[in-house]
C-alpha cells in the first residue's frame, strides 16, 4: 500500500522524461519512500536540491514532488495511533495542498496558485488525505469535499484508477475504500452502475481453489493482482495483495491492535471456498503469510533490485496480516524489520517511519520500542516542532486550496494525457507493471 502512493506518476514522468535520451528508468525517481520498492535500491530517496526549501510544517526533507501529500497524511496517521499531536503547521500544510473540488495532488509547490489543467490531482494523494484529516478532527467540510471528489470520480466497475478515470488497481480502490471507512462511510454501498469497491477488488483476485502457503502449485492463489495485464491476465503482486486484504475488510492505513477480522476459527494454511470480501481477504493473507513463511521479508519487484528485500511492503504485509486476524505470521517479518528496518528508514523518510508504526501498532507491539528504536521520536525529528491542539481554528484559505469551486482544473490537458499513456505504455513493456505498483510476480520462498 506504498502507493501505497504516487509511484505512478513518477513512473511516467520518469520514462517520458528518459524518451528522448534512452529510457533513464532509475530508481531515484521515487521520493521519501512512496514506493518501498525503490527505496531499498541504491539511491533510492533523492535530497531536495539545496535551492530547494522544504515548505513549513511538512514532514521530511526529501523533495516532496511526487509525494508530499502522501508522506504528510501517513505521518499525521501515525501520530495519531499513538497518541501524540503533529508538529505546529503540518495540518493546515496538508489542508492547503488541497484543490477547491477537494481533490489533491501528489504535491504543489505554489498552494497560493489555483488548480488548473495542469495539476495532477489522483486518488490515492486525495483518499490518503482524507484518513489523515478524519484522524485529526476538525477538518470536516474538507474531508467532505475530498469524498465527493471521489465518489464523482468512481468506475462504472465499482472500483478507481490512481488518476480520475483511469483503470481500476487494487492499491487505489482499497486506499479510497479506508477514506470511505474513515468518514463512516458504508463502501459497499458506494456503487457505480451496480458495482461496489469490493466488486473491483474480486476482480484482481487469483482462484485459491484448495491450496494454501503449504501447496507450492497454488503459491499465487489467494493473491491480487495490481491490474489485468493486456489480455486480461492477473499477476499475483504482493504490494497489491496487502492493500487489498485490507481494503476488502474496510480497513485503512491504521489497524488496532486485537482488532483482526478473520475467518473466525478458519485455518491460515488453507482457503477459504467462498468469494465474499472476508473470504478474499483471508485468502490474500494466506498467500503473504506463505511468501514471507522461509526469510520473513518480501522482495523487491522493481527491475534491477529483483534480490533486495523490501522493507515496505513487508511493513505493510505486517498490517495486512494483523488486521486479517493471523497475527502469529506477523512475528517473523516483524523481528526482521526491527533489525533491520534502520538505514532504509533513515534514508526514506517519514512515510516509512510511518509504514513501521503502523505495522507495530497492529500487531500490538510497542512503536517506541523498535528494536530498540523510538520509531516515534524519529518519526517527530523528521518534521516541524510544537504542537496543534485544535486543527479547526487553523484557518485556510480557499482561493489558496486551488481553483474555483466550479471544479475545473482538476485534471490535465489531453496533450498531457497523451504522453501519460505512451510513458505508461512504455513501463509496462519495460518492467511490466513493475513501477506502477509492482504487478510482477514476486519471488516466493
Given at each position: 500500500m506504498n502507493v501505497r502512493r504516487s509511484a505512478a506518476v513518477v513512473a511516467v514522468l520518469t520514462v517520458t522524461a528518459g524518451l528522448g535520451t534512452g529510457l533513464g528508468l532509475a530508481p531515484a525517481a521515487f521520493a521519501d519512500g512512496t514506493a518501498s520498492e525503490a527505496s531499498t535500491a541504491p539511491s533510492a530517496s533523492p535530497s531536495a536540491s539545496p535551492s530547494q526549501a522544504i515548505p513549513t510544517g511538512l514532514y521530511g526533507s526529501n523533495d516532496p514532488t511526487y509525494d508530499g501529500v502522501w508522506r504528510q497524511s501517513l505521518t499525521l496517521l501515525a501520530l495519531d495511533a499513538v497518541g501524540e499531536k503533529p508538529g505546529a503547521g503540518a495540518v493546515e500544510w496538508l489542508v492547503g495542498q488541497q484543490c477547491a473540488s477537494g481533490a489533491f495532488p501528489a504535491y504543489r509547490a505554489d498552494a497560493t496558485a489555483k488548480c488548473d489543467s495542469a495539476t495532477a490531482v489522483d486518488t490515492n494523494s486525495t483518499a490518503a488525505a482524507i484518513q489523515a484529516l478524519a484522524a485529526v478532527g476538525g477538518r470536516d467540510a474538507e474531508a467532505g469535499r475530498a469524498v465527493r471528489?471521489?465518489?464523482?470520480?468512481?468506475?462504472?466497475?465499482?472500483?478507481?484508477?490512481?488518476?480520475?478515470?483511469?483503470?481500476?488497481?487494487?492499491?487505489?480502490?482499497?486506499?479510497?475504500?479506508?477514506?470511505?471507512?474513515?468518514?463512516?462511510?458504508?463502501?459497499?454501498?458506494?456503487?457505480?452502475?451496480?458495482?461496489?469497491?469490493?466488486?473491483?477488488?474480486?476482480?484482481?483476485?487469483?482462484?485459491?481453489?484448495?491450496?494454501?502457503?503449504?501447496?507450492?502449485?497454488?503459491?499465487d492463489g489467494g493473491a491480487f493482482a495490481y491490474q489485468p495485464d493486456k489480455k486480461g491476465g492477473l499477476a499475483a503482486n504482493a504490494d497489491a495483495t496487502a492493500a487489498a486484504v485490507l481494503g476488502s475488510l474496510g480497513k485503512g492505513f491504521v489497524v488496532g491492535a486485537g482488532s483482526g477480522e478473520g475467518k473466525g476459527g478458519a485455518s491460515f494454511d488453507s482457503c477459504a471456498s467462498g468469494d465474499s470480501?472476508?473470504?478474499?481477504?483471508?485468502?490474500?493473507?494466506?498467500?503473504?503469510?506463505?511468501?514471507?513463511?522461509?526469510?520473513?521479508?518480501?522482495?523487491?519487484?522493481?527491475?534491477?533490485?529483483?534480490?533486495?528485500?523490501?522493507?515496505?511492503?513487508?511493513?505493510?504485509?505486517?498490517?495486512?496480516?494483523?488486521?486479517?486476524?493471523?497475527?502469529?505470521?506477523?512475528?517473523?517479518?516483524?523481528?526482521?524489520?526491527?533489525?533491520?528496518?534502520g538505514v532504509w528508514a533513515a534514508k526514506a523518510g517519514p512515510a516509512a517511519y510511518a509504514q513501521l508504526v503502523f505495522a507495530?501498532?497492529?500487531?500490538?507491539?510497542?512503536?517506541?520500542?523498535?528494536?530498540?528504536?523510538?520509531?516515534?521520536?524519529?518519526?517527530?525529528?523528521?518534521?516541524?516542532?510544537?504542537?496543534?491542539?485544535?486543527?479547526?481554528?487553523?484557518?485556510?484559505?480557499?482561493?489558496?486550496?486551488?481553483?474555483?469551486?466550479?471544479?475545473?482544473?482538476?485534471?490535465?490537458?489531453?496533450?498531457?494525457?497523451?504522453?501519460?499513456?505512451?510513458?505508461?505504455?512504455?513501463?509496462?513493456?519495460?518492467?511490466?507493471?513493475?513501477?506502477?505498483?509492482?504487478?510482477?510476480?514476486?519471488?516466493?520462498?
Open positions: 471528489w471521489l465518489k464523482d470520480n468512481q468506475n462504472e466497475d465499482g472500483g478507481w484508477g490512481y488518476t480520475a478515470g483511469g483503470p481500476s488497481d487494487a492499491n487505489s480502490t482499497s486506499v479510497v475504500i479506508g477514506a470511505l471507512t474513515a468518514v463512516g462511510d458504508a463502501p459497499g454501498k458506494q456503487q457505480k452502475d451496480g458495482n461496489s469497491p469490493y466488486e473491483a477488488l474480486r476482480s484482481l483476485a487469483l482462484p485459491c481453489g484448495d491450496g494454501g502457503r503449504k501447496d507450492g502449485d497454488a503459491k470480501p472476508e473470504d478474499l481477504a483471508h485468502n490474500g493473507a494466506v498467500h503473504l503469510a506463505g511468501a514471507l513463511t522461509a526469510d520473513g521479508y518480501l522482495m523487491s519487484s522493481l527491475a534491477g533490485a529483483e534480490d533486495q528485500p523490501d522493507h515496505g511492503n513487508t511493513a505493510d504485509a505486517v498490517v495486512a496480516l494483523a488486521a486479517a486476524g493471523d497475527v502469529d505470521a506477523t512475528e517473523k517479518p516483524l523481528a526482521w524489520l526491527a533489525k533491520n528496518h507495530a501498532h497492529a500487531s500490538g507491539g510497542d512503536p517506541r520500542d523498535f528494536g530498540g528504536a523510538d520509531l516515534v521520536a524519529q518519526l517527530q525529528e523528521t518534521g516541524p516542532a510544537g504542537e496543534v491542539d485544535d486543527y479547526s481554528s487553523v484557518p485556510v484559505d480557499d482561493t489558496a486550496a486551488g481553483d474555483e469551486a466550479d471544479g475545473t482544473g482538476d485534471g490535465l490537458a489531453a496533450g498531457v494525457w497523451w504522453v501519460i499513456g505512451l510513458g505508461l505504455v512504455v513501463v509496462t513493456a519495460v518492467v511490466g507493471f513493475g513501477l506502477v505498483r509492482g504487478a510482477r510476480k514476486r519471488p516466493q520462498a
